[in-house]
């Protein structure tokens, strides 16, 4: 299951360097669901022939990523923004109001804790 997600998710972020079959192919295997049959009779082909195309665009694929890893970049930073909201929300919570819990050097280690994640944001883009 988890390598159905990761392909549907290289798919989206990757598809549009597959031909418009292959795309459609592998959206219709991962997206909708389909089983080899059905997709080779939507594309007037053998089930083999559909295995075989979409194996081939899974390939294409997983090579773009490893040459470029944009979307494993883009996975960590979508991680890191929502860590920093998360901790935003919770500082925001645990200062202000009658709830207000943190000292002021337990904020500052929130604070630079929130900077430290800002700055590997940045890592992130310039790996």
């Not at 909201?85 to 500052?108: K, M, N, W």
Request: charged share 30%; glycine share 6%.
């Amino acid at each position: 299951m988890a390598k159905n997600l990761e392909m549907g998710y290289l798919l989206d972020f990757y598809g549009e360097v597959l031909t418009e079959k292959q795309r459609e192919m592998l959206y219709q295997y991962y997206h909708d669901d389909l089983s080899l049959s059905e997709i080779g009779e939507n594309f007037g082909i053998t089930r083999q022939g559909a295995r075989d195309a979409i194996k081939h665009g899974e390939n294409t694929l997983l090579e773009m990523e490893s040459k470029v890893g944009f979307a494993a970049r883009y996975r960590r930073v979508q991680q890191t923004l929502e860590e920093l909201e998360q901790l935003v929300i919770d500082a925001r919570f645990e200062c202000t109001g009658p709830h207000a819990r943190l000292t002021s050097s337990e904020y500052l280690k929130v604070l630079n804790k929130i900077l430290s994640m800002l700055r590997s944001i940045d890592e992130v883009n310039e790996s």
